[in-house]
């Protein structure tokens, strides 16, 4: 079992970039993913990106990708989602979740962990 704590949330310019990290206390194992969710007010929690604690396998929703890349840094124990060129529609709260298992998923369900969450404002 892991915690996570997120931080780096605040207000971001359409087009600027903002970093989200991941702090994970525990000692994720191997076969470990990790993957960043928003939930945008009055809308359901939605899949942003995931990535595996070993390996490079990732996966990214199409809203975001090639603007949004998440990363690792296992020595820090720490995952990264950096944000590039948000949009308006990004404003949300961003959580972190980790799950057992190797597949890199999108299913909101099959997340066991979860952070508190960091506010990320867009103005528009």
């Known amino acids: 079992q892991v915690q996570l704590v997120e931080s780096g949330g605040g207000s971001v310019q359409a087009g600027g970039s903002l970093r989200l990290s991941c702090a994970v206390s525990?000692?994720?194992?191997?076969?470990?993913?990790m993957a960043w969710f928003r939930q945008a007010p009055g809308k359901e929690r939605e899949f942003v990106a995931g990535i595996r604690w070993i390996g490079e396998s990732s996966l990214y929703a199409e809203s975001v990708k090639g603007r949004f890349t998440a990363s690792r840094d296992n020595a820090k124990n720490t995952v990264h989602l950096q944000m590039n060129s948000p949009k308006p529609e990004g404003k949300a709260v961003y959580y972190c979740a980790a799950k057992r298992g190797i597949g890199v998923i999108r299913t909101l369900g099959q997340y066991e962990e979860w952070g508190q969450g960091a506010q990320v404002t867009v103005p528009s």
């Open positions: 525990g000692r994720p194992a191997s076969n470990y993913v």
